[in-house]
């Protein structure tokens, strides 16, 4: 149950960026989750709604949860994609020699305030 | 009116700052760092016990040991005659990198060769969290399921080694290691598998040369 400690990660910067734009409203949050990042978006949503219920401007707020699939960058053939299943080879040329280029991130992509 | 607000920025950014830190205070002080992670119970305490008794004569080691409750393990660990600090979480599944930065804050790091992160058991929450360490160890006990790299894919795509625990079991359970490196090799090609067997001594020696080869004096 680490999504407790992520909600509350993502609140409090969502708060900080509210108070920093001099506005008193968090609408919407957007946060990206990479499918290897072992974030759960349902618990991830529920905890960040139940923390926000007791916080001035972000109760009520809501959580925008995209999950980004895996994606290598190939480092014989330069394609960039998602792999045929969860692995790290190249799904046009099948070449190992691959960096992960996406799906390990989470990351708070943007906010809407009032 | 609606405002949009681009951050684009890490969740764990806090944590990355203060992991950056204790990154440089190590690097600053020549100690190599690794953060030693799997589920509960797959013999991590074991397997260092035995790593500290062959290693202590050559390097100067810390252990800070994370778990939920209790210091066993830091009091298990001091048997070696290392030092052992545990970090009980109080309920958190993971370790962060402001606990670790406390313990070395005040130090004299300079008079340390390698730092082991114990951390709490948990194949999961551990995988975002940097501790500012230089490899993650992943370990894997043939008593678990060989399919788990496939079912953990986050932590086993960030680990720098995995070691097979427990391989004096392999006669009693239906655990196939070939087909757990596959799970492991799907992931990464050439991240090296340790076979070891704290129980028995077999296996811990290779591990062994492997951290040597990094936190040699």
């Known amino acids: 149950m680490h999504e407790l400690g992520l909600a509350a990660a993502i609140l409090d910067r969502a708060e900080a960026a509210m108070r920093a734009h001099s506005r008193d409203r968090v609408r919407r949050v957007e946060v990206a989750v990479g499918e290897l990042a072992t974030v759960l978006p349902d618990n991830l949503a529920f905890c960040f709604a139940a923390l926000a219920a007791d916080r001035p401007g972000l109760s009520g707020a809501h959580l925008d949860v995209t999950v980004r699939p895996l994606a290598v960058r190939c480092m014989d053939c330069g394609h960039e994609g998602r792999p045929e299943r969860i692995e790290t080879r190249c799904p046009r040329c099948g070449s190992r020699h691959v960096t992960i280029a996406s799906g390990q991130e989470l990351e708070i992509v943007a906010l809407e305030v009032e | ?217």
């Open chain 2, 1 to 217: 009116m609606t405002e949009r607000i681009e951050l684009a920025e890490p969740v764990l950014r806090a944590n990355d700052i203060v992991a950056r830190r204790v990154r440089r205070l190590l690097e600053e002080a020549g100690v190599y760092a690794f953060n030693l992670i799997s589920s509960p119970g797959s013999g991590k305490t074991s397997l260092l016990v035995r790593l500290l008794e062959m290693l202590r004569g050559e390097l100067r080691m810390l252990v800070l040991v994370g778990d939920v409750q209790t210091d066993n393990d830091a009091r298990r660990l001091r048997h070696t005659g290392v030092e052992a600090v545990q970090i009980v979480t109080g309920g958190t599944c993971h370790l962060e990198a402001p606990s670790i930065e406390r313990q070395l804050i005040g130090r004299r790091l300079a008079e340390l060769d390698l730092l082991i992160i114990e951390n709490v058991g948990n194949l999961v929450c551990p995988t975002g969290y940097d501790l500012g360490e230089d490899a993650k160890v992943v370990a894997l006990s043939v008593a678990e399921g060989d399919d788990k790299p496939e079912k953990y894919p986050g932590i086993f795509a960030r680990a720098d080694a995995v070691l097979l625990t427990k391989t004096d079991l392999l006669p009693h359970v239906p655990f196939d290691p070939r087909a757990a490196e596959g799970h492991i090799r799907r992931l990464q090609p050439d991240v090296p598998i340790f076979p070891v067997s704290a129980l028995r001594d077999e296996g811990v020696a290779a591990f062994a040369d492997w951290i040597r080869a990094r936190a040699g004096r």
